[in-house]
């Protein structure tokens, strides 16, 4: 099971780039690595996924090295309406063989966009 | 608009009274999903159906109850509710049950007093 570290908060000021990392150091190799956003009253909402190098789509970025033990979500130039709480998951509620395991979406990263 | 309609969107419930929280997709999703999220706790899975005809229990399945008599409803029961139920409630579907990609409802605030 992957567990998943995060920092707690980051400020950033409109318009910058900002770089969000997750640790997972015990990753398995079929995992792949999701990253979702929640805004306040709202469900979690897909960004984006990878599984190794670089994903790119018109939300985000995602960098994942080649040892795949960490990942860095990419958030260019944000404005005010990036401020939210963002998720690094690695790997599936449900394994295919039926059960489930215990991913957790922890407490995320909660970025403060600032005028 | 395709997604994940979740309903009430708020309650308040006395203790020891029955609630079901309705979730329906319209996506034909196989697998289906609850959660709640507590204040410092994250999201944590309650009950988890792979497809039409099948649950399971999830991390924190006791004092609720789920069916899946069809692909797109999945209902959340509490039978006797109690105050440490009070939470933000998240139905979640995803296109097959080893699917990292999970689309989520608007969620559900339920109070218990």
């Known amino acids: 099971l992957a567990k998943t570290t995060q920092p707690i908060s980051m400020d950033s000021y409109e318009g910058q780039e900002v770089n969000i990392t997750c640790s997972h150091n015990n990753i398995a190799t079929n995992d792949y690595i999701t990253w979702y956003q929640q805004f306040p009253s709202q469900g979690p909402r897909f960004i984006i996924q990878?599984?190794?190098t670089k994903v790119t789509n018109e939300v985000a970025s995602l960098f994942i090295p080649a040892d795949r033990k960490s990942s860095t979500l990419s958030l260019p130039r944000v404005s005010l309406s990036d401020t939210a709480v963002y998720y690094c998951l690695v790997g599936g509620p449900l394994i295919n063989s039926g059960g489930y395991q215990k991913v957790t979406f922890g407490t995320g990263t909660k970025l403060q966009v600032i005028p | 608009i395709a997604g994940i309609t979740q309903a009430p969107t708020s309650q308040i419930l006395a203790a020891g009274r029955r609630m079901t929280l309705r979730c329906t997709q319209d996506?034909?999703?196989?697998?289906m999903y609850w959660y709640r999220q507590d204040l410092g706790l994250g999201l944590r899975l309650i009950h988890y159906s792979n497809t039409a005809g099948t649950t399971g229990k999830g991390e924190v399945p006791d004092g609720y109850s789920v069916s899946r008599a069809n692909t797109d409803d999945f209902p959340l029961t509490l039978a006797s509710a109690v105050p440490s139920q009070t939470s933000v409630y998240f139905c979640a579907s995803s296109r097959a049950p080893g699917d990292e990609k999970l689309f989520f409802g608007s969620g559900t605030q339920l109070s218990v007093l």
């Open positions: 996506m034909r999703h196989n697998a």
């Open positions: 990878g599984y190794k």
